[in-house]
């Protein structure tokens, strides 16, 4: 863990009012909505998305999902079938992907969305409504890829690949190349960096560090400390993503859910591998 002096930054002027607010609220009282993305291939100017898992979290609880695979309009290449699972024959029985990505945005509405190696998920998610004619909301944007080298100290993992931290921190879900699956682990994580913060007395985003320049855009480059982080982890540049995994693609039918629409539901029960301290969880028991 490195020092709480460390940590404490100042989050820059200029933000989005929407960063600015995010970053300076205690970790208790924020909604996160964590989002991976399942794809047909690298780049959302020559691939598209077959599926979006997420979670929602508030107060180191998981308190809904939500799941839905996506028809692509085209064929799935084979590798990426191998790896995922996700067939052609899954795909074709899916809504298209505008129906399947307005119900995520009304899932993710005013939360801190939040990916692991979040310029590829959120990269994907904008190209989409840019596609489908939807208006992106801006969220603030959290990539647990920076929070986990701002908040690691050097060698405690060998990289900051999604598998890693997952069994560093003794994830519940282990990720496998599909989206819910991938988006609980992610969530694990989270929660597991954020319960190292509070306990080391951290309490906000912009305590973190997250506040620095080039941090959470994902449209933007990491900041020096984050590329000095990430030689330090042992990430590589070339044939991975920036979090140092292998990632050629990311990594049934929409999930019907009583109550809350398609691919939405309520899971109050699932904790994640390491809670907030109580007083992190005020008023979201």
């Given at each position: 863990m490195k020092s709480v002096r460390a940590l404490r930054r100042r989050a820059p002027a200029g933000r989005s009012w929407r960063w600015r607010r995010a970053l300076g609220r205690p970790f208790g009282e924020i909604d996160f909505v964590i989002v991976d993305v399942e794809t047909t291939g690298w780049s959302p100017e020559d691939a598209v998305i077959t599926e979006i898992g997420a979670v929602r979290v508030s107060g180191g609880l998981v308190r809904a999902q939500f799941s839905a695979l996506v028809n692509p309009g085209s064929a799935i290449p084979a590798p990426v079938t191998e790896l995922t699972g996700i067939?052609?024959?899954?795909?074709?029985?899916?809504?298209?992907?505008?129906?399947?990505?307005?119900?995520?945005?009304?899932?993710?509405?005013?939360?801190?969305?939040?990916?692991?190696?979040?310029?590829?998920?959120?990269g994907f998610l904008t190209a989409a409504c840019k596609s489908c004619d939807l208006p992106w909301p801006k969220f603030a944007v959290l990539d647990t890829v920076e929070l986990a080298r701002l908040v690691l100290a050097e060698g405690e993992v060998a990289d900051c690949k999604l598998a890693t931290l997952a069994d560093f921190f003794g994830a519940g879900t282990a990720p496998r190349h599909r989206a819910l699956a991938d988006a609980l682990a992610t969530a694990d994580v989270l929660t597991s960096l954020l319960a190292r913060l509070s306990t080391a007395g951290v309490r906000t985003l912009a305590e973190a560090g997250c506040g620095q320049a080039g941090y959470g855009q994902a449209d933007r480059r990491p900041a020096r400390d984050g590329q000095r982080a990430r030689h330090q982890a042992g990430a590589t540049q070339g044939g991975q993503d920036a979090a140092g995994a292998s990632r050629p693609v990311l990594d049934g039918p929409v999930q019907e859910h009583a109550g809350r629409g398609p691919g939405v539901q309520e899971h109050p029960g699932h904790e994640p591998a390491h809670p907030w301290p109580a007083q992190e969880q005020a008023g979201h028991g």
């Open positions: 067939s052609d024959a899954m795909a074709a029985a899916a809504p298209p992907l505008a129906g399947v990505l307005a119900r995520f945005l009304g899932f993710s509405r005013g939360c801190v969305l939040t990916a692991h190696n979040a310029p590829f998920d959120i």
